[in-house]
């Protein structure tokens, strides 16, 4: 049995946190996704020294890889001037504390 990912080998958490973090440096959203980041990868490395786990960091990574790269479609929506006023925002519809 391997523990590689299906994808080939992953690379380690802190390295591939390292280059996703100056990625996001590096985007026009670096104001708001880099402490949003920060603080995930802390909270992830806190979970994994309590469960001898490194899946917790391996998530953060893959949740942030999608976010960034979801976020030039995300622009283009929003660029191409769709109104979204009709629509309920998911934190009133599920609440807060989901």
Request: no cysteine; net charge negative; glycine share 6%.
């Amino acid at each position: 049995m391997s523990a590689q990912h299906e994808g080939g080998p992953a690379p380690p958490p802190p390295v591939a946190a390292a280059q996703l973090l100056a990625r996001l440096r590096a985007d026009r959203r670096d104001e708001w996704w880099v402490p949003a980041f920060e603080q995930d990868w802390a909270r992830a490395l806190d979970d994994a020294r309590r469960s001898y786990s490194l899946t917790p960091l391996h998530d953060v990574v893959r949740t942030w890889q999608l976010r960034a790269a979801a976020a030039p479609a995300v622009d283009a929506y929003l660029d191409s001037g769709r109104d979204e006023t009709g629509f309920v925002d998911l934190d009133d519809a599920l609440g807060a504390g989901r």
